[in-house]
């Protein structure tokens, strides 16, 4: 392949069949393997009833969801930090005025703390079992506060699963910002080459991969790839797919 060919791909996101999984391995062996846990292990949809009882519309959920995204976002540009929980409140109190809906600070609060109560996909816990039983380290990162990714996980049940919680407040930046996914893979004293991120939204896996980190994407409905960067090797409907493409690709040591 051609430099110019690389530098088209580069742009365009078309990759080689079957996706890439990143540069080249410092190390050889399994890598050790990082999942968000918003909407990629945990279902956002027992809120949908909740905020649309709130707020008066059917697609409340998915517009607080959006704002809170693009919060952080500003965040992370601004140099702004503020706790993903309190970005939180703010785009439910931007959801409210959009939609013209008088809500106090405590119903606010009480509505956004609904996603410390998330259950997991039907599929996550037989995947990330499959995965631990293949051998591989399991982590998360994710925007989330500390306390509420422990609460979140110990609510699901998910947390002895885990070797490690890593969220994005050691940095002080939220995901898809480079310095989130270095962050972990400086904790574990590996190269970002060594960490495979797994998620169901296609901006945090452009971002770990331009970060240097594989990736893996979990197709949750309504979620694409981001279209102008590389396809990563794993692609699938749901984790227990997704698990065993990495079970096959990731080889042992």
């Keep these: 392949m051609t430099l110019a060919t690389k530098m088209a791909d580069a742009q365009t996101g078309s990759t080689p069949a079957g996706g890439t999984d990143g540069p ?30 709130a707020f008066g519309r059917p697609d409340a959920l998915k517009t607080w969801f959006s704002t809170l995204l693009q919060y952080a976002s500003v965040a992370t540009l601004t140099g702004g930090y503020q706790p993903f929980g309190r ?16 809500l106090d600070a405590d119903a606010i609060k009480g509505l956004v703390s609904r996603i410390r109560t998330l259950p997991p996909h039907p599929d996550v816990k037989a995947g990330l079992e499959s995965l631990k039983a293949a051998g591989f380290r399991l982590v998360t990162l994710t925007n989330s506060s500390p306390d509420a990714a422990e609460a979140q996980l110990q609510h699901a049940e998910l947390r002895p699963l885990f070797e490690k919680v890593y969220t994005v407040e050691a940095v002080k930046v939220f995901k898809p910002h480079p310095a989130t996914y270095r962050s972990v893979a400086e904790d574990l004293g590996v190269a970002t080459s060594d960490l495979r991120l797994i998620a169901a939204h296609g901006w945090d896996i452009a971002g770990a991969q331009a970060a240097g980190c594989a990736g893996a994407f979990i197709a949750r409905p309504g979620q694409e790839l981001y279209p102008l960067a590389p396809r990563p090797d794993v692609v699938g409907p749901d984790l227990g797919d997704v698990a065993a493409q990495i079970i096959k690709v990731e080889r042992p040591a």
């Design 87 to 102: 970005l939180g409140v703010a785009a439910a109190e931007t959801t409210a005025k959009q939609y013209g809906v008088s």
């Design 24 to 53: 080249a391995r410092k190390t050889k062996g399994r890598r050790i393997l990082m999942f968000d846990v918003n909407e990629t292990l945990l279902d956002l949809a027992p809120l949908k009833e909740p905020f649309e009882k």
